[in-house]
C-alpha cells in the first residue's frame, strides 16, 4: 500500500525557533511536494523537488527552505519561525519520468504545526 | 494569485441526490485536472482526473465535466450519499511538469 509518511502530526513552537518537518515516502517517486492548507485558501505549493538534490520553487516559498538528499525523503525547514507560518503542511509525492508525467499525488496526513 | 478558484466554499444536498461542485482556472497552459478529496484529520486523496483532450470523465457516481474554452470544470456526483462529506478539491496541471495547483477546496454536506 502506498505511504507517505510525516514525521510529527502536530507540533507547537516558539516565535524564531527552526522547525523541521520531515516527509518519507515508500513508492520509489520522482516528485514530492510540500503545501500549506489554510482556511479560504486551499493548498498552497511551497516547493516541489523532481529528483534528489533538485528543488524548485512554488508559489509562496518565503520564509522555507528544503532539503532533498535522498529519493524517499523531503524535509520542509522555517529557519526562524513566525505566527503567520502557523498552518497545516501537507507533503506529497507522484511518478515522474523524465520530463515529468502527469498524475496523482499521493499525500501524508499533515503536520499541523502552531507557532506562539 | 490563485490559478484555481473554486468560488464555493460550502454546498448542501440531500442524500440521493446530485451534487455538482464547480472549478475555474486562470492559465490556459493547464492541460491535465484533478479532483481530491479529504477528510478531516487526514491528506487530500485522489479521486478523479480529465485530460484536456476529453471534455467528461466517469467514474462510477462520479463525472467530471471539462469546458476548455471557459476554463471551468466540475464533478458531479450521483447519487449523493452521507460518505461523500468531505472537503473537495480542484487541482491543475500541465503534462511535462511537475508542480499542480489547488483551488480552496469546497464543503459537501450530504443529509441523510
Known amino acids: 500500500d502506498v505511504k507517505v509518511t510525516q514525521s510529527s502530526r502536530y507540533l507547537v513552537k516558539r516565535t524564531g525557533e527552526k522547525v523541521f518537518l520531515e516527509c518519507v515516502q515508500d513508492m520509489d517517486h520522482e516528485n514530492m511536494f510540500w503545501y500549506r492548507q489554510d482556511p479560504g485558501l486551499g493548498l498552497r505549493l511551497i516547493y516541489f523537488s523532481y529528483d534528489v538534490k533538485m528543488k524548485e520553487k512554488g508559489d509562496i516559498p518565503e520564509g522555507y527552505s528544503v532539503s532533498r538528499e535522498k529519493k524517499e525523503r523531503f524535509s520542509l525547514i522555517l529557519e526562524s519561525a513566525s505566527t503567520n507560518q502557523t498552518s497545516m503542511y501537507l507533503c506529497?509525492?507522484?511518478?515522474?519520468?523524465?520530463?515529468?508525467?502527469?498524475?496523482?499525488?499521493?499525500f501524508g496526513e499533515g503536520s499541523r504545526l502552531t507557532v506562539l | 494569485d490563485q490559478q484555481v478558484k473554486q468560488n464555493s466554499p460550502s454546498l448542501s444536498v440531500q442524500e440521493g441526490r446530485i451534487s455538482i461542485l464547480n472549478c475555474d482556472y486562470t492559465?490556459?497552459?493547464?492541460?491535465?485536472f484533478l479532483w481530491y478529496k479529504k477528510y478531516p484529520a487526514e491528506g487530500p486523496t485522489f479521486l478523479i482526473s480529465i485530460s484536456s483532450i476529453k471534455d467528461k470523465n466517469e467514474d462510477g457516481r462520479f463525472t467530471v465535466f471539462l469546458n476548455k474554452s471557459a476554463k471551468h470544470l466540475s464533478l458531479h456526483i450521483v447519487p449523493s450519499q452521507p460518505g461523500d462529506s468531505a472537503v473537495y478539491f480542484c487541482a491543475a496541471t500541465r503534462y511535462n511538469n511537475n508542480d499542480m495547483r489547488f483551488g480552496a477546496g469546497t464543503r459537501l454536506t450530504v443529509k441523510p
Open positions: 492559465n490556459s497552459m493547464f492541460d491535465y
Open positions: 506529497a509525492s507522484s511518478l515522474g519520468l523524465g520530463g515529468g508525467i502527469t498524475g496523482e499525488l499521493f
